[in-house]
């Protein structure tokens, strides 16, 4: 094993293929589900490094990978020359793999020589991957092992980023599952935080939204993960949690284990949506509607003033969804419902029913959904579709591209702040720039 720090992006997980139609109900509404079950073009949950680390600024993520996986988080960051980079992979080379190395030892010697020289390292992610996982390198031991060695300087966890199976958004989902266990547990039920916003939100949109809580009068909240890893906030029987993102199912499970209990809402895309997540909480705390309404009215006004200039590049347009970071439910929503932009197919690798039963309930009557993929038949779709603008994963953007069709990166979609009122009119911006540009192309 070397230490390297960080193409080959593309996870294709190949199944025999099938196609079956799932019919969920959610409310009074009846869904027709197309479940697809074949070759899957995602990229793997290691890609969640990327915004991981930028936000729990005291962690670093060492992958045991190889050098695929090398490349994949190095031109995934693009950046970080300027500083030192909190996030590396430890190769698996032949001789790991043919077992002439122990596996076990080689990592405790890199893991050794990291802490030796990055003092300023309080928690270590050991991020498994697809050859972790096929050479079985038991990493949850491993984590067990270097941190009793290493505490309490260091608190040592590990989660799986594997693209066996999983899609990119995963990535950090499976981190904050491992790191609920360790948040701490009031002595007393009530002792928890009140509130706990769940899901890494960039850090702008946590000072917009800690601005909202307090307006609204809320004064025990944090949001998970903390910006410092010790920072974590203590939960009990009193804390109810807001998912910030759609994509936390584990995460999810284990805080209704410990106890917490999840508030119902949409996703904060979009100003209705950002409106009906906030108006969750307020209900829950019993704000008032006089000052829920004193609190939001200037900041939706601004918001929907903010999408009037991208309405009438989007109106009408035909937008297609391939299946790749789980936003694509709310982001349908919103594009459907604040712009008037039509809806081809709605593609999703996981459908939550319950976290997007509030979602799904403001899609439009007749909304073709699917869940899974097999991505040659969706692609026939699509180009049957020809909609105005597709939005994919990287690996299709550019063949699509060739073929004279608009797309968006939905990757682009986590790494930009998006979340909330001040940021419905960017989110807006992202889906008309593509569009204002080809136009221009054509002209
Ligand atoms: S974890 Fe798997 S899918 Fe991801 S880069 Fe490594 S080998 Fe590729």
């Known amino acids: 094993m070397n230490r390297v720090i960080p193409l080959q992006p593309i996870s294709s997980g190949v199944n025999a293929s099938h196609l079956a139609c799932d019919s969920i109900t959610v409310g009074h509404r009846e869904f027709e589900v197309l479940k697809e079950r074949g070759q899957r073009e995602v990229f793997c949950g290691l890609t969640g490094i990327i915004w991981l680390h930028r936000k729990i600024q005291d962690a670093f993520f060492l992958v045991v990978g190889s050098r695929t996986c090398a490349h ?10 300027f500083a030192e980079p909190r996030f590396a992979t430890a190769i698996i080379d032949d001789r790991d793999l043919a077992g002439l190395a122990d596996a076990n030892e080689e990592l405790d010697r ?7 020289r990055r003092p300023d390292i309080k928690m270590l992610f050991l991020v498994g991957s697809c050859p972790s996982e096929v050479i ?4 949850s031991r491993a984590a067990q092992r270097l941190g009793k060695t290493y505490a309490p300087r260091v608190r040592i966890l590990n989660y799986s980023g ?8 995963q990535g950090e989902d499976a981190c904050l599952a491992a790191l609920v266990p360790e948040l701490p547990k009031g002595m007393d039920s009530d002792e928890g935080v009140d509130l706990l916003v769940v899901g890494c939100l960039a850090d702008v949109i946590e000072d917009q939204f800690s601005r909202i809580f307090s307006e609204l009068g809320l004064q025990s909240y944090a949001f998970f993960p903390p910006r410092q890893s010790g920072q974590l906030p203590t939960i009990g029987a009193n804390t109810r949690y807001l998912l910030a993102q759609p994509f936390l199912t584990e995460t999810a499970r284990i805080l209704d284990e410990r106890g917490a209990q999840r508030l119902a809402a949409p996703f904060p895309l979009g100003v209705e949506g950002t409106e009906k997540w906030f108006a969750a909480v307020a209900h829950e705390f019993a704000v008032s509607a006089e000052r829920f309404e004193k609190v939001i009215a200037p900041k939706r006004a601004r918001a929907n003033l903010g999408l009037e200039r991208h309405r009438e590049t989007l109106k009408n347009k035909s937008i297609f969804f391939f299946p790749d970071s789980q936003l694509e439910i709310p982001l349908a929503r919103f594009l459907s419902r604040e712009l008037g932009m039509q809806l081809t197919e709605v593609g999703t690798p996981y459908l939550h029913r319950q976290h997007l039963a509030d979602e799904m309930m403001m899609l439009p009557e007749g909304t073709s959904l699917s869940e899974g993929q097999d991505v040659e ?11 105005d603008i597709v939005v ?10 060739a073929e004279g069709m608009t797309t968006k990166w939905s990757i682009e979609l986590v790494f930009t702040p998006i979340q909330g009122f001040d940021q419905a009119a ?18």
């Open 136 to 139: 079985k390198l038991d990493l």
């Open 392 to 401: 994919c994963g990287l690996g299709l953007a550019n063949p699509l591209e």
């Open 110 to 116: 890199v893991v050794g020589q990291l802490l030796e």
């Open 162 to 169: 594997s693209g066996i199976e999983t899609t990119f958004t």
């Open 426 to 443: 960017d989110l807006a911006e992202l889906f008309a720039r593509p569009l204002i540009r080809r136009t221009k192309l054509a002209a």
């Open 377 to 387: 038949k969706q692609l026939d779709r699509c180009r049957s579709f020809r909609p």
């Open 72 to 81: 994949l988080v190095q031109s995934a960051a693009g950046v970080m020359i």
